[in-house]
């Protein structure tokens, strides 16, 4: 499959690395065509991998990522080009974390919005789905590293492109618990859920951890 991937950070090369490691040609797009960093990436990533710009990165893809920074998203994503997303299904990865004010970081939307619709609202032609912001990139790609049966979540308004990232999950990366959480709405709460995570992450003093969701009758 040909993948574009809207973001040149570690998060981007994780997801892009796995991807081609199997078999899928993907290009990483950047708000400059000779990014540095993805250079580097697709000298290490080998045959597949390709850079553009995040226009170049939408038009090559036939599924895409959203692994931009949070705050830079929207604008990332109009780089992108709104008639290149059309129809297509967009995996937002993204959160909307604000550093401006230090550690820990804020959020620049919450509570009765999220990034997600944001995306969506601001381009209704994408199928937004929401997924793997709620675990370090490492684990999305590689849930083994972390023992048991433990949650990754989907959430979008369309069932299909949400049906196609939870197969995506669990046959290229290996998830075996996937939740549908339901419409782009519930993007809020795996948003927030980051306020958690980061005290987790200092809690247990490493980011390779991940929740698990135990269920009665
Ligand atoms: N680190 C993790 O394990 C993890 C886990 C879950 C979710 N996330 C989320 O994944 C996303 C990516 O994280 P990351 O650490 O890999 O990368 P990052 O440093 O957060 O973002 C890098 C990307 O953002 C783009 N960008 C920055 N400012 C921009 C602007 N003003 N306009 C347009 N684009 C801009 C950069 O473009 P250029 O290429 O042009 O520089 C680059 O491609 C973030 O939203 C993060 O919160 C991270």
């Known amino acids: 499959m040909r993948i574009g991937i809207f973001g040149t950070g570690t998060v981007g090369q994780t997801i892009g690395t796995k991807l081609v490691s199997l078999?899928?040609?993907?290009?990483?797009?950047?708000?400059?065509?000779?990014?540095?960093?993805?250079?580097?990436?697709?000298?290490?990533?080998?045959?597949?991998?390709?850079?553009?710009?995040f226009a170049d990165a939408a038009t090559f893809g036939e599924l895409l990522f959203n692994c931009t920074a949070g705050g830079a998203s929207l604008e990332a994503l109009r780089l992108a080009g709104a008639g290149n997303l059309d129809g297509k299904v967009l995996v937002d990865v993204a959160n909307p974390l604000d550093f401006s004010r230090g550690m820990p970081p804020t959020l620049t939307v919450c509570n009765s919005d999220s990034l997600g619709e944001q995306i969506q609202r601001a381009f209704p032609g994408a199928r937004v789905v929401k997924s793997l912001n709620t675990v370090?990139?490492?684990?999305?790609?590689?849930?083994?590293?972390?023992?048991?049966?433990?949650?990754?979540?989907?959430?979008?308004n369309d069932a299909a492109a949400k049906r196609q990232v939870s197969d995506m999950l669990r046959q290229w990366f290996g998830w075996r618990q996937v939740i549908d959480l339901g419409d782009i709405s519930a993007a809020r709460g795996t948003e927030m859920y980051l306020t958690l995570w980061l005290r987790m992450m200092g809690a247990l003093k490493t980011a390779n951890f991940n929740v698990a969701v135990a269920r009665g009758a």
């Open 23 to 53: 078999g899928h040609e993907v290009r990483l797009g950047s708000r400059s065509a000779d990014n540095e960093k993805a250079a580097g990436w697709v000298k290490s990533a080998g045959k597949g991998a390709s850079q553009g710009t």
């Open 136 to 156: 370090n990139c490492m684990v999305m790609v590689d849930p083994a590293r972390i023992p048991g049966d433990h949650a990754i979540f989907v959430s979008g």
